[in-house]
């Protein structure tokens, strides 16, 4: 198979793990013959440092000519104590999932056995946890009116949601929740939002015509809890852009580190992969990240936008094999870890 991979290191951490990711994707293009060309693209603090934009038109113009993206990282510290910067990194991030069309953003949350005992939570609570959460990701309080009143002394975001918008979103989920447990969990502020509302009336109207889901209505506040008592309780979980940031974040203390957890987004076009960690500018350069969340991302890409399931598993099974063995980083282990390059090399090995 011959493909086109457009790689986005971005900022902070992004470079030293996608570096992994890319290494991993050559080493199964060697093991199962597959030509795979990889083409760097800027994005984030590091495009606005090279050319003032943080998501440059080329960038964008690799990506639409790519079959799929595998990305990195965005921020930078000297940002985010400045409320009047004029251009962000993170305006890089949502400039391209919107101009990308993504949708989507898929963010499965399993545990893995060898890091049971990772987690904050107690392993009786943690053990067998496998839900996949379906994020909104262009729409909502992100991508609304937004600005400050002429004294500057009020602000605002506002929240706004189409009938298109959610239904589209609600397609995918229920397609996923099909193919596995078979049970939606809505999750949304209905008691307080209007925007709530109308993804109630939308996702309600598509559980009723499709009777073998069971469908979950759930207030966030209610699920920030559920998550943490009894995580097992959920197949999928679908909801709207900010609720969907903040209760990934969350969810994925529950594998043990937010280290492990890739991500998808997807929508009409080119797909892309990510690690749902960020930039992490603390440990840059030191080489102590943990790569394995984008060399997951990395296995999400073969599967699910080249439909290399085989290559995908090899992928997930060396990871694997690499934990069971004490490959780990400073994130999992404080007091016995190994570096991102060996755990990288060491995934390699198993492939
Ligand atoms: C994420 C990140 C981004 C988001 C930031 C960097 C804009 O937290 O991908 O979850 O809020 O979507
Ligand atoms: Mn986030």
């Known amino acids: 198979m011959n493909k086109r991979i457009a790689v986005l290191p971005g900022d902070g951490i992004g470079p030293e793990v996608t570096a992994i990711a890319v290494q991993v994707l050559k080493k199964i293009g060697e093991v199962f013959d597959h030509q795979f060309t990889f083409e760097e ?57 919107k101009a990308l069309g993504l949708y989507a953003n898929i963010r ?19 053990e067998g946890v496998d839900f996949v959460v379906f994020r909104e990701l262009t729409g909502g309080s992100y991508f609304g009116k937004k600005g400050r009143s002429d004294d500057r002394l009020s ?78 309780r959920f197949d999928v979980i679908l909801t709207e852009n900010m609720f969907g940031d903040i209760l990934t974040d969350e969810a994925s203390v529950i ?20 690690p749902i960690h960020g930039s992490y500018p603390q440990a840059a350069g030191q080489n102590i990240a943990n790569p394995m969340a984008a060399v997951l991302s990395a296995a999400t890409l073969l599967e699910t936008s080249f439909n290399l399931m085989a290559e995908g598993k090899t992928i997930r099974h060396a990871v694997e094999e690499a934990l069971n063995l004490g490959y780990v980083t400073k994130d999992i282990n404080p007091d016995k870890f190994m570096s991102t390059t060996e755990v990288g090399q060491k995934i390699c090995d198993f492939i």
């Open 255 to 274: 594998t043990g580190s937010l280290g492990m957890l890739p991500s998808a987004s997807v929508g009409s076009q080119v797909a892309l992969y990510e």
């Open 108 to 126: 499965p949350v399993n545990t893995f056995k060898a890091l049971a005992d990772a987690s904050p939570l107690k392993r009786e609570i943690v």
């Open 155 to 232: 602000a605002y975001d506002t929240c706004t949601y189409t009938h298109d918008e959610i239904y589209r979103i609600t397609q995918l989920a229920f397609e996923a929740a099909a193919k596995r447990r078979k049970k939606v969990t809505l999750v949304d502020k209905a008691n307080v939002m209007e925007t709530s509302r109308l993804w109630r009336e939308v996702v309600q109207k598509y559980a009723a015509e499709h009777p073998e889901i069971e469908l979950e209505l759930m207030f966030v506040d209610n699920a920030a809890m559920a998550l943490i008592q009894n995580p097992r």
């Open 41 to 97: 693209g800027l994005v984030g603090a590091i495009a606005i440092d090279e050319t003032g934009n943080p998501f440059p038109d080329e960038t964008l113009q690799l990506c639409q000519s790519a079959d799929a993206i595998l990305f990195g990282a965005i921020g930078h510290p000297k940002y985010d104590n400045d409320p009047t910067a004029p251009v962000r990194p993170e305006q890089g991030l949502l400039a391209m999932r």
